[in-house]
């Protein structure tokens, strides 16, 4: 098993949406989320995108990244990712090059080629253009990125002679990085030479993602952005006091993976006290029991061994931590059980003070 005091933790906030919630409440609470991680002790706070979903509100990772980093220290802050194949990498570089000139070393970029929605809306976001072809045109998308972000476009590149803003050479770059669930995402970035962040996350990619992180390394090419290979796994994690409340507290989650999978929708997460009952039929049920199987929840000693062996099986000590449940204070309670568990929490006991919903 991996050693503890090796373990470095990130949050991963997918700005989960409760039913009867608001959008606005669900976004003030990721900015919270991220002030308490920082004083828990966590050393990266990531937001994702999602579009058209009544479960997840973060439709635009390099707002929240500003507002989360004008309210935050030290934490770095990013994307968990961008869904870059909907975008010009020329306006993704400038976006977050100006996010690094307000806070110089403290921001990631995080790339994605999944669609972030369902195949309308992402026609969607690119309309009245075609969609892009995503492997055919993906890498050679991240290709400009890094190029536009460096200021160092190749030789010969059509759009050489453009430079990203704010310009000059900046004292300090975003960390790119590439996000994937697939042996595509895990050779490309070992191909340029970029960290690679496993999505164990999904709950139907851990069988297979140790061997994606193997592939990664063995195919690893240094470059000038890394030197060697940089593994980060997404868990997926809920800690409570007992065992009985923190499965009591995941109903919430678990259920709504059923209902997505099954193109349903409930307006959002459900209360766990609905949630743990609501009526399933088997197949749903067998459904819910193989998707969720390498999710991580129970108390902090069952948690941290269950992310001191995920760390293992990756062979990497930069974990990250997504937490999604229906109410803030249960997600708060458990980031900061979990950074307690894990050796490195100093914050507040009984998060700061706030109540447990």
Known sequence: MADIDEIVLSVVDQSPMRKGGKPSEALRETVTLAQRAERFGYSRYWVAEHHNSTSFTGTSPEVLIGQIAARTERIRVGSGGVMLSHYSALKVAEQFRVLDAFYPGRIDLGIGRAPGSDRLTAAALSHPRPPVDVLREFPQMVGDLLGFLSGSMAEGHPLREIKAQPGGAPETAPEVWLLGSSDYSAQLAAHLGLPFSFADFF???????????????????????????????????????????????????????????????????????????????????????????????????????????????????????????????????????????????????????????
């Open 203 to 357: 709950g139907t990619t851990s069988e297979y993602g140790p061997r994606m992180a193997d592939l990664y390394r063995d195919l690893f090419q240094p470059s000038e952005y890394l030197s060697e290979p940089k593994v980060n796994v997404g868990l997926q994690v809920i800690c409570a006091p007992t065992e009985e409340e923190a499965r009591f507290v995941g109903a919430s989650r678990s259920l709504n993976k059923v209902v997505s999978a099954l193109g349903l929708t409930t307006g959002g997460l459900l209360p766990p006290e609905e949630a743990i009952d609501w009526p399933l039929d088997e197949r749903a049920r067998e459904y819910m029991a193989q998707s969720t199987q390498s999710y991580i929840e129970g108390d902090p000693n069952q948690v941290r061994d269950g992310i001191l062996a995920s760390a293992e099986r990756y062979q990497t000590a930069d974990i990250g931590i997504v937490t999604n449940c229906y109410y803030f204070d249960h997600r708060v309670r458990s980031y900061e059980l979990v950074a307690r568990a894990m050796g490195m929490a100093s914050g507040c006991a009984n998060p700061c003070g706030m109540g447990y919903g």
